[in-house]
């Protein structure tokens, strides 16, 4: 048996350049694991059995831990089946990058307990071919990405800081919210000097002294969600209010983190909150 973390992402910065003729938008963002995770077992079994503790989430054939378990038997050859076990801390519809997170633990349990027929590199690849942002989880926890997000760089541990994630009652669909963003053709040489701006950023954020300075945390996806849910608008504002150096949303919404705040204790009415860091793994270990 295989017990693993299974955590969350945040994205200090989410630039997005433009849309692509497949449909979806090239980014390029920074991305940060953080330690609220869920946990999953796994374990060599007669057959398929995929349970979870959260019975609003569909265990079938959709779930991207299915997808990541059927894709690893499919690109490796192996006959075997697989006892998985979810046990769900992450909010759903968040930004947080629960599901993609889960379907990266799955691949690298499965790649264990098969004696580790496939490198990372492959691991990584497959994961982008069902979503996105899978690669990062098979990062060490720090990555900027581009492309879709699937193009990684990993980079040193930043200094670790609290950070207070707070997640709305609604929940976003990332598909809806890109939907919303309205881009018109970027030409090339707009995107060049974008991109060479954020990267000049990313060594400032390893310096650290500059992370209290809320320029360098920005969320192109802000906008087209709160089109679509005015109401987080308002939570930004609140949670302003609390005295936070940077609130952001995470990724396509709905939830926020808070950095750069006194001691405090978060308790926002209707929302969950939770109290976090950074959390980073060696090359050779999980979470
Ligand atoms: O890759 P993933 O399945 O996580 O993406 C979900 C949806 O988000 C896509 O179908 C697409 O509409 C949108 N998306 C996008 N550009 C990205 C990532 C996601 O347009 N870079």
Same mark, same amino acid.
């Given at each position: 048996m295989l017990s693993l973390q299974s955590p969350a992402k945040i994205n200090?910065?989410? %630039?997005?350049? =433009?849309? %692509?003729?497949?449909?979806?938008?090239? @980014?390029?963002?920074?991305?940060?694991?953080?330690?609220?995770?869920?946990?999953?077992?796994?374990?060599?079994? $007669?057959?398929?059995?995929? #349970?979870?503790s959260d019975p609003s989430l569909p265990t079938d054939a959709t779930n991207l831990v299915s997808k990541a378990r059927d894709l690893f038997r499919k690109k490796t050859g192996i006959k075997h089946c697989f006892s998985i076990n979810l046990h769900k801390k992450i909010p759903q519809h968040a930004g947080l990058g629960g599901g993609s997170s889960n379907a990266a633990t799955t691949l690298w349990?499965?790649?264990?307990?098969?004696?580790?027929?496939? #490198?990372?590199?492959?691991?990584s690849d497959w994961g982008a071919e069902i979503g996105s942002d899978i690669p990062f989880f098979l990062s060490q926890g720090t990555a900027y990405c581009t492309g879709r997000g699937e193009i @990684? =760089?990993?980079?040193?541990? @930043? $200094?670790? !800081? #609290?950070?207070?994630? +707070?997640?709305p009652p609604i929940g976003?669909? #990332?598909? =809806? +919210?890109?939907?919303?963003l309205d881009i018109k053709d970027s030409n090339p040489e707009y995107v060049a000097k974008q991109i060479l701006e954020l990267e000049s950023i990313l060594p400032e954020f390893a310096l650290s002294q500059r992370t209290k300075d809320e320029t360098?945390?920005?969320?192109?996806?802000? $906008?087209?969600?709160?089109?679509?849910?005015? !109401?987080?608008g308002a939570l930004? !504002?609140?949670l302003e209010g609390y005295g936070f150096s940077s609130v952001l949303m995470s990724g396509s919404g709905s939830s926020f983190f808070c950095v750069g705040g006194k001691d405090l204790l978060l308790n926002i009415p209707d929302c969950q909150t939770f109290k976090c860091q950074h959390i980073n793994r060696d090359h050779s270990r999980w979470y």
């Open positions: 200090f910065f989410l %630039r997005i350049l =433009r849309k %692509r003729p497949d449909g979806y938008h090239d @980014l390029a963002s920074l991305f940060q694991a953080i330690d609220l995770c869920d946990t999953m077992h796994f374990d060599l079994a $007669e057959n398929d059995a995929f #349970t979870c349990a499965l790649n264990n307990l098969c004696g580790k027929k496939a #490198t990372d590199k492959q691991l @990684l =760089r990993g980079l040193a541990p @930043l $200094e670790n !800081q #609290t950070i207070w994630i +707070v997640k976003l669909s #990332t598909q =809806r +919210v890109y939907g919303q360098i945390y920005f969320n192109d996806l802000e $906008e087209p969600a709160f089109k679509l849910a005015p !109401q987080l930004k !504002q609140k």
